[in-house]
């Protein structure tokens, strides 16, 4: 090897050896550092390197490694020619593993350990807690954990066993307690402090306990191991309340416990405690995250359903009581109606008092809502939604026809609805009496003047579906785990800025309709240059206001109806292309005859109030009317069995291949999990 050639002596601390099924051993966790070594370098600058990165002293330190190509026996460099002697051995390999170890740690945990047949001794565990500098904090000591196969000849290798050998790589979070109980002599200001230092010391620790006597006059605790020696023994401090440790004997003869399964006291209160912090910055926080982070942080497995429970206590503790909520609600009402004058908030309850509901308007919705029942919806007609009946006539219909007939089916259906004109209609239901007689006669008997464009008698403005609280219905979604006062606050909060932003973004609008009706015009506009460039078209004023237009097809446009024909221009609310060829030959403006909704001062209109901020009412109001004496308390509830939704049901994905069920043909399920079969086979 060449005097001056460079090794990397890549220095591992803190992991684990664990054996292969050959006999040798392989390194697992901990940390590792490279430093540059050579002929030239010395043991001691070695472990002055080594003491600085690793943040320990050199005084204790244990260096070994292993021998080119034997995995299985470790070596120890006691001295400058040991250290050399490693950088021979190495040879022209680029690099070296060197494990990094203390001897204090070895001399504080002698025992015997079995021999293998060459005679190595086997540690079993080793546990290296990093030696502190001046300014280090004694309360973030790191333990290290390493299984140790060595075999060195003429000597007898201590080994280095923990007094609490559990899984302290999985127990990181948890360091931060070794040392919260000191030993006798300390205080507490209550036995609950005391319980749970208890029982973070015994999760750092790594060892299971159970209480002797546990009451308001003493606690005492010991280990659960049978004949293990430590004990802890509490009681209050004469003449004051103070809670001091009398009796402790600290030492552990057990193995400790490296399985800390679900129920090892990890209450859902305490788990509530610890990701308290972590639920608030993160409210979707999701209970199988909490079982990962608990496990890795601290090595207690949960269960599902500990860390759904433990959310909930977390969630309470951080938003408030859910019951403490309902009191409040009067209070909550009088705030809204004293803080957004002109605004309806009311409660109901029942005779026992428990809520029963709650209706909440503010005066910036109610101001345009009692104008638009009044101007807009006066003797309106009844629509109804597209959506819901075509997932309506898949369900009364099921297992009437395949997948590829629903969406033959379903497109007619909407085909029908959109037509403008009863052929057209007519021709659609055609289509569908062809793929299935049943939904025919579904359709017809549906009432279509009340969904089809061909025969409802009012304006629908081109809404054929109820998807226009659709944003709302996700914001409830959102909210609905809060505690009531504070959903509907919630609720509150995103109508305001929802206004809010409307009412700037409107204020930059330069056009006389609103983006989007003004887009849908000048398209109408463009299609009648497009066809009159084509084929002209022929306006013949028959009278007074009644025109005909001639192109592909002849269309009669009655401009003081607003009205042509083709249904487009009722459908719609803005002039068709006929309409539009009318306007222009008798010079008038187009945007005359659009609906007047669609203007941009309409829209500015409708989001010209604000919604005023609410106060938080923690505290009881003084001076308020007799509504709010009333005790309301929350409705009774019984928990129904499984798991919680977190969301509303989806719509049925109508276009989506789903399972069918064999007995009942309904959809989304088999015959295995169908309740009208099953329900039957139990009544049989």
Avoid at 35 to 49: G, H, N, R, V, Y
Avoid at 522 to 535: C, D, M, N, P, R
Avoid at 563 to 591: E, F
Wanted: net charge neutral.
């Amino acid at each position: 090897m060449a005097e001056n050639k460079k090794i990397i002596a890549i220095c591992q601390s803190g992991g684990e050896f664990t054996p292969t099924p050959d006999g040798s051993l392989s390194y697992i966790g901990g940390q590792a550092f490279a430093i540059d070594i050579d002929l030239q370098t010395t043991l001691d600058d070695f472990k002055s390197e080594v003491a600085e990165t690793f943040t320990c002293t050199s005084d204790n330190m244990l260096i070994k490694y292993f021998l080119p190509g034997n995995k299985k026996t470790l070596i120890t460099i006691a001295k400058d020619k040991d250290f050399k002697r490693m950088i021979h051995f190495v040879g022209d390999a680029p690099s070296a593993d060197i494990f990094i170890m203390t001897e204090e740690a070895a001399a504080r945990n002698v025992s015997n350990m079995p021999c293998s047949r060459s005679s190595r001794t086997t540690v079993s565990e080793a546990e290296v807690p990093v030696a502190l500098t001046d300014d280090a904090d004694p309360d973030h000591v790191d333990y290290m954990t390493n299984e140790i196969d060595m075999e060195m000849p003429g000597e007898v290798v201590t080994p280095l066993t923990s007094s609490y050998p559990g899984l302290e790589s999985q127990r990181k979070a948890a360091q931060q307690w070794t040392n919260i109980i000191t030993g006798v002599g300390q205080r507490f200001n209550s036995f609950n402090e005391l319980r749970d230092a208890l029982h973070k010391f015994s999760i750092a620790r790594g060892f299971a306990y159970k209480y002797k006597k546990n009451d308001n006059h003493r606690i005492s605790a010991k280990c659960k191991s049978e004949g293990c020696p430590w004990r802890l023994y509490a009681s209050k401090l004469s003449t004051t309340q103070l809670i001091c440790v009398k009796k402790m004997e600290p030492k552990h003869t057990c193995a400790g416990t490296t399985d800390f399964k679900a129920g090892f006291r990890a209450t859902k209160g305490w788990v509530g405690n610890i990701i308290k912090e972590k639920l608030k910055v993160n409210p979707n926080y999701k209970p199988k995250d909490i079982v990962a982070d608990i496990q890795r942080e601290y090595g207690i497995e949960l269960h599902y359903s500990q860390a759904r429970r433990a959310k909930e206590v977390a969630r309470e503790q951080l938003q408030g009581s859910h019951t403490e909520a309902y009191t409040q609600v009067p209070f909550f009402c009088e705030k809204i109606k004293e803080t957004n004058p002109g605004s309806v908030a009311t409660f109901a309850t029942k005779d026992d008092s428990s809520f029963h509901g709650l209706f909440v308007s503010f005066h910036a919705s109610i101001n345009g809502l009692n104008k638009a029942l009044a101007e807009v919806f006066d003797n309106s007609y009844h629509s109804y939604c597209v959506r819901h009946l075509a997932e309506k006539i898949i369900k009364d219909l099921k297992g009437q026809f395949s997948f590829e007939a629903r969406r033959f089916l379903v497109n007619d259906f909407y085909a029908a609805a959109n037509a403008p004109k009863p052929e057209d209609f007519q021709r659609s239901a055609e289509n569908i009496k062809g793929i299935c007689p049943d939904a025919y006669n579904w359709v017809v008997q549906s009432e279509p003047e009340h969904w089809a464009n061909a025969f409802f008698p009012g304006a629908r403005y081109n809404l054929m579906s109820a998807n226009i609280g659709k944003e709302f219905y996700s914001w409830v979604s959102e909210a609905n785990e809060l505690p009531i006062t504070q959903m509907i606050d919630a609720l509150r909060v995103r109508m305001m800025e929802f206004i809010y932003t409307r009412r700037v973004e409107s204020s930059q609008w330069l056009t006389k309709l609103t983006p989007s009706n003004e887009e849908k015009l000048q398209k109408e506009i463009l299609a009648f240059h497009a066809l009159q460039a084509v084929q002209s078209h022929q306006v013949l004023h028959l009278q007074d206001n009644l025109f005909e237009v001639s192109g592909e097809t002849a269309e009669t446009v009655h401009l003081d109806r607003w009205d042509c024909s083709c249904k487009g221009w009722q459908l719609t609310g803005l002039p068709c292309s006929h309409a539009i060829a009318v306007i222009l030959y008798d010079s008038r403006d187009p945007y005359d005859f659009c609906a007047p909704y669609f203007t941009t001062e309409s829209y500015r209109l409708t989001y010209a109030e604000s919604i005023h901020p609410v106060p938080n009412v923690d505290k009881q109001l003084q001076g308020v009317s007799n509504e709010v004496a009333v005790v309301v308390t929350p409705p009774p509830t019984k928990r129904p069995p499984g798991r919680p939704k977190a969301k509303q049901a989806e719509a049925l994905d109508l276009f989506k291949r789903q399972l069918q069920c064999s007995k009942c043909k309904g959809l989304g399920h088999n015959k295995k999990t169908c309740k009208e079969h099953n329900t039957q086979m139990i009544e049989s």
